[in-house]
Protein backbone atom coordinates (compact mmCIF):
# COMPACT_ATOMS: atom_id res chain seq x y z
CA UNK A 1 0.00 0.00 0.00
CA UNK A 2 1.31 3.64 -1.02
CA UNK A 3 2.01 5.83 2.30
CA UNK A 4 -0.54 8.31 0.70
CA UNK A 5 -2.99 5.63 0.85
CA UNK A 6 -1.89 4.59 4.36
CA UNK A 7 -1.96 8.30 5.81
CA UNK A 8 -5.70 8.85 3.80
CA UNK A 9 -6.77 5.24 5.60
CA UNK A 10 -5.61 6.65 9.27
CA UNK A 11 -6.91 9.81 8.89
CA UNK A 12 -10.37 8.89 7.48
CA UNK A 13 -13.30 9.89 9.61
CA UNK A 14 -16.66 8.73 7.27
CA UNK A 15 -17.05 6.75 4.32
CA UNK A 16 -19.88 5.62 2.45
CA UNK A 17 -21.29 2.30 3.45
CA UNK A 18 -21.50 -0.28 0.49
CA UNK A 19 -24.70 -0.99 1.37
CA UNK A 20 -26.15 2.35 -0.26
CA UNK A 21 -25.78 1.98 -3.82
CA UNK A 22 -24.18 4.47 -6.04
CA UNK A 23 -27.74 5.67 -7.72
CA UNK A 24 -28.90 9.37 -7.09
CA UNK A 25 -31.58 10.18 -4.25
CA UNK A 26 -34.54 11.15 -5.87
CA UNK A 27 -35.57 12.93 -2.68
CA UNK A 28 -35.66 16.60 -2.41
CA UNK A 29 -32.57 18.68 -1.14
CA UNK A 30 -32.57 18.72 2.78
CA UNK A 31 -35.01 15.90 3.12
CA UNK A 32 -34.27 13.02 6.10
CA UNK A 33 -35.13 10.07 4.49
CA UNK A 34 -31.30 10.28 2.62
CA UNK A 35 -29.90 10.19 6.33
CA UNK A 36 -32.62 8.15 7.62
CA UNK A 37 -31.92 5.24 4.60
CA UNK A 38 -27.74 5.84 5.09
CA UNK A 39 -27.80 4.66 8.89
CA UNK A 40 -30.17 1.94 8.74
CA UNK A 41 -27.74 0.58 6.05
CA UNK A 42 -24.79 0.99 8.48
CA UNK A 43 -26.54 -0.87 10.92
CA UNK A 44 -26.94 -3.30 9.03
CA UNK A 45 -23.21 -3.59 7.26
CA UNK A 46 -21.68 -3.16 10.88
CA UNK A 47 -24.48 -6.34 12.38
CA UNK A 48 -22.97 -8.08 9.03
CA UNK A 49 -26.68 -8.83 7.80
CA UNK A 50 -26.45 -7.51 4.64
CA UNK A 51 -27.56 -11.19 2.83
CA UNK A 52 -29.76 -12.17 5.84
CA UNK A 53 -31.83 -8.55 5.73
CA UNK A 54 -35.32 -7.83 3.83
CA UNK A 55 -36.78 -4.73 3.68
CA UNK A 56 -40.65 -3.74 2.68
CA UNK A 57 -40.97 -0.09 1.27
CA UNK A 58 -44.59 0.57 0.38
CA UNK A 59 -46.08 3.47 -1.60
CA UNK A 60 -44.62 7.43 -0.87
CA UNK A 61 -41.50 8.83 -0.81
CA UNK A 62 -40.02 5.69 0.22
CA UNK A 63 -41.23 3.44 -2.98
CA UNK A 64 -37.89 3.64 -4.02
CA UNK A 65 -35.84 2.45 -1.47
CA UNK A 66 -34.65 -0.71 -3.37
CA UNK A 67 -32.61 1.87 -5.82
CA UNK A 68 -30.49 2.55 -2.92
CA UNK A 69 -30.62 -0.26 -0.54
CA UNK A 70 -28.46 -2.81 -1.46
CA UNK A 71 -30.37 -5.69 0.36
CA UNK A 72 -33.32 -7.44 -0.81
CA UNK A 73 -36.29 -5.48 -0.93
CA UNK A 74 -39.89 -6.30 -1.61
CA UNK A 75 -42.38 -3.06 -2.10
CA UNK A 76 -45.57 -3.87 -0.58
CA UNK A 77 -49.43 -2.28 -1.53
CA UNK A 78 -49.76 1.56 0.06
CA UNK A 79 -50.41 0.70 3.79
CA UNK A 80 -49.46 -3.09 3.55
CA UNK A 81 -45.79 -3.02 4.53
CA UNK A 82 -46.46 -4.98 7.89
CA UNK A 83 -48.51 -7.31 6.73
CA UNK A 84 -46.16 -8.48 3.69
CA UNK A 85 -43.67 -8.28 6.70
CA UNK A 86 -45.49 -10.83 8.99
CA UNK A 87 -45.97 -12.92 6.27
CA UNK A 88 -42.14 -12.71 5.32
CA UNK A 89 -40.84 -13.13 8.97
CA UNK A 90 -43.21 -16.29 9.39
CA UNK A 91 -41.70 -17.68 6.34
CA UNK A 92 -37.84 -16.98 7.25
CA UNK A 93 -38.03 -16.37 10.77
CA UNK A 94 -34.12 -16.40 10.79
CA UNK A 95 -34.40 -13.36 8.42
CA UNK A 96 -34.14 -9.57 9.67
CA UNK A 97 -37.35 -8.53 8.07
CA UNK A 98 -38.09 -4.68 8.20
CA UNK A 99 -40.70 -2.10 6.76
CA UNK A 100 -39.76 1.61 6.21
CA UNK A 101 -43.11 3.45 6.26
CA UNK A 102 -44.27 7.07 5.72
CA UNK A 103 -46.91 8.73 8.04
CA UNK A 104 -49.50 8.79 5.20
CA UNK A 105 -48.93 4.93 4.56
CA UNK A 106 -48.66 3.70 8.01
CA UNK A 107 -50.68 5.77 10.07
CA UNK A 108 -53.46 6.54 7.40
CA UNK A 109 -54.36 3.51 4.88
CA UNK A 110 -51.80 1.33 6.73
CA UNK A 111 -53.76 1.85 10.01
CA UNK A 112 -55.21 -1.59 10.68
CA UNK A 113 -52.17 -3.29 9.50
CA UNK A 114 -49.89 -1.24 11.83
CA UNK A 115 -52.04 -2.27 14.83
CA UNK A 116 -52.58 -5.24 14.61
CA UNK A 117 -49.24 -6.17 13.39
CA UNK A 118 -48.53 -4.10 16.80
CA UNK A 119 -50.81 -6.15 18.66
CA UNK A 120 -50.01 -9.82 17.53
CA UNK A 121 -46.30 -8.88 18.35
CA UNK A 122 -44.96 -9.74 14.98
CA UNK A 123 -40.76 -10.22 15.58
CA UNK A 124 -40.45 -7.51 13.05
CA UNK A 125 -38.78 -3.65 12.82
CA UNK A 126 -40.90 -0.89 11.81
CA UNK A 127 -39.54 2.66 10.74
CA UNK A 128 -41.69 5.01 10.81
CA UNK A 129 -40.71 8.52 8.78
CA UNK A 130 -42.77 11.11 9.83
CA UNK A 131 -43.59 14.52 8.49
CA UNK A 132 -46.72 15.02 9.26
CA UNK A 133 -47.85 15.63 5.42
CA UNK A 134 -48.32 13.45 2.54
CA UNK A 135 -44.90 14.70 1.22
CA UNK A 136 -45.29 12.06 -2.32
CA UNK A 137 -48.46 13.17 -3.66
CA UNK A 138 -48.78 17.31 -3.46
CA UNK A 139 -48.49 17.93 0.22
CA UNK A 140 -51.83 16.65 1.60
CA UNK A 141 -53.24 16.81 5.12
CA UNK A 142 -52.23 13.57 6.93
CA UNK A 143 -53.05 12.09 10.34
CA UNK A 144 -50.27 13.21 11.36
CA UNK A 145 -50.54 17.37 10.52
CA UNK A 146 -50.27 19.39 12.96
CA UNK A 147 -53.05 22.01 14.52
CA UNK A 148 -53.26 25.00 12.20
CA UNK A 149 -50.73 23.86 9.70
CA UNK A 150 -51.07 24.43 5.96
CA UNK A 151 -51.14 21.66 3.28
CA UNK A 152 -52.65 21.65 -0.37
CA UNK A 153 -55.72 20.52 1.35
CA UNK A 154 -56.03 22.18 4.27
CA UNK A 155 -54.83 25.80 3.16
CA UNK A 156 -56.28 27.83 6.08
CA UNK A 157 -54.39 25.41 8.55
CA UNK A 158 -55.93 22.13 10.55
CA UNK A 159 -58.80 22.54 11.81
CA UNK A 160 -59.78 20.44 14.85
CA UNK A 161 -62.98 20.60 15.09
CA UNK A 162 -63.22 19.68 11.59
CA UNK A 163 -60.44 17.53 11.09
CA UNK A 164 -60.25 15.58 14.51
CA UNK A 165 -56.66 16.08 16.34
CA UNK A 166 -52.96 15.06 14.96
CA UNK A 167 -52.47 11.16 15.74
CA UNK A 168 -50.13 10.36 17.83
CA UNK A 169 -49.35 6.77 16.44
CA UNK A 170 -46.56 5.74 17.88
CA UNK A 171 -48.17 5.89 21.63
CA UNK A 172 -50.82 4.22 20.46
CA UNK A 173 -48.91 1.23 19.45
CA UNK A 174 -46.79 1.61 22.22
CA UNK A 175 -49.69 0.67 24.49
CA UNK A 176 -50.26 -2.89 22.79
CA UNK A 177 -48.76 -5.87 24.65
CA UNK A 178 -46.74 -7.09 21.48
CA UNK A 179 -45.05 -4.49 21.34
CA UNK A 180 -41.38 -4.72 23.24
CA UNK A 181 -39.12 -1.23 22.05
CA UNK A 182 -40.72 1.76 20.83
CA UNK A 183 -38.59 4.67 19.77
CA UNK A 184 -39.02 8.50 18.63
CA UNK A 185 -35.36 10.21 16.87
CA UNK A 186 -34.85 12.51 14.94
CA UNK A 187 -32.03 12.81 12.02
CA UNK A 188 -31.31 16.68 11.64
CA UNK A 189 -28.22 17.28 13.86
CA UNK A 190 -25.28 14.82 13.76
CA UNK A 191 -26.53 13.87 17.34
CA UNK A 192 -29.60 12.97 16.54
CA UNK A 193 -28.27 10.74 13.91
CA UNK A 194 -25.77 8.70 16.55
CA UNK A 195 -29.43 8.95 18.98
CA UNK A 196 -31.62 7.25 15.77
CA UNK A 197 -29.01 4.65 14.92
CA UNK A 198 -28.43 3.57 18.07
CA UNK A 199 -32.03 3.22 18.60
CA UNK A 200 -32.47 1.40 14.86
CA UNK A 201 -29.78 -1.01 15.94
CA UNK A 202 -31.09 -1.65 19.12
CA UNK A 203 -34.67 -2.63 17.22
CA UNK A 204 -32.57 -4.70 14.70
CA UNK A 205 -31.09 -6.13 18.14
CA UNK A 206 -34.26 -7.03 19.96
CA UNK A 207 -35.72 -8.41 16.86
CA UNK A 208 -32.82 -10.71 16.80
CA UNK A 209 -33.51 -12.10 20.02
CA UNK A 210 -36.89 -12.91 19.19
CA UNK A 211 -39.02 -10.93 22.04
CA UNK A 212 -41.80 -9.25 20.08
CA UNK A 213 -42.14 -6.04 17.28
CA UNK A 214 -39.84 -3.11 17.60
CA UNK A 215 -40.83 0.30 15.97
CA UNK A 216 -38.56 3.56 15.43
CA UNK A 217 -40.67 6.64 14.34
CA UNK A 218 -38.19 9.32 12.99
CA UNK A 219 -39.50 12.74 12.37
CA UNK A 220 -38.50 14.26 10.15
CA UNK A 221 -38.79 17.41 7.89
CA UNK A 222 -40.18 17.60 4.40
CA UNK A 223 -38.86 21.22 2.73
CA UNK A 224 -41.02 20.97 -0.45
CA UNK A 225 -44.22 20.08 1.40
CA UNK A 226 -44.09 22.38 4.18
CA UNK A 227 -42.97 25.06 1.17
CA UNK A 228 -39.70 26.04 3.14
CA UNK A 229 -36.08 25.87 2.53
CA UNK A 230 -34.37 22.87 3.74
CA UNK A 231 -32.38 25.08 7.50
CA UNK A 232 -35.72 26.41 7.78
CA UNK A 233 -37.77 23.23 7.51
CA UNK A 234 -35.72 21.78 10.12
CA UNK A 235 -36.13 25.27 12.41
CA UNK A 236 -39.59 24.81 12.01
CA UNK A 237 -39.67 21.39 12.91
CA UNK A 238 -37.78 21.83 15.82
CA UNK A 239 -39.95 24.47 17.23
CA UNK A 240 -43.43 22.71 15.91
CA UNK A 241 -43.02 19.21 15.59
CA UNK A 242 -40.52 18.19 18.64
CA UNK A 243 -43.44 19.74 21.20
CA UNK A 244 -45.47 17.98 20.43
CA UNK A 245 -44.21 14.46 18.88
CA UNK A 246 -41.37 14.17 21.72
CA UNK A 247 -38.37 12.69 21.17
CA UNK A 248 -36.74 9.89 23.06
CA UNK A 249 -37.91 6.12 24.08
CA UNK A 250 -41.35 5.16 24.74
CA UNK A 251 -41.17 1.48 25.68
CA UNK A 252 -37.89 -0.52 26.78
CA UNK A 253 -37.90 -4.26 27.48
CA UNK A 254 -41.84 -4.77 27.15
CA UNK A 255 -42.80 -1.92 29.42
CA UNK A 256 -43.80 1.96 28.99
CA UNK A 257 -41.22 4.60 30.28
CA UNK A 258 -42.82 7.13 32.93
Known amino acids: ?65 YDFMNI ?21 PDKTVFTYQGDGDLAAIGTAETIHACNRGENI ?19 TTLEGMKTSTSPHGRDLKKMGN ?17 SRQAVHTPAAVRKAKKAIRKAFEIQQENKGLTFVEVVSNCNSGWKLPPVKSNQWMVE ?19
Open 166 to 182: PLKITELIAQLPGTYYV
Open 125 to 143: TIIFINNGIYGMTGGQMAP
Open 240 to 258: NMFPFYQLGDIKVDGELVK
Open 72 to 92: DMIQAAHGRAPAVATGVKRTW
Open 1 to 65: MDIKDIIKEENLVYSKTKLMTDNVLSYCPGCGHGTAHRIVMEIIDEMGLQSNTIGIAPVGCSVLA
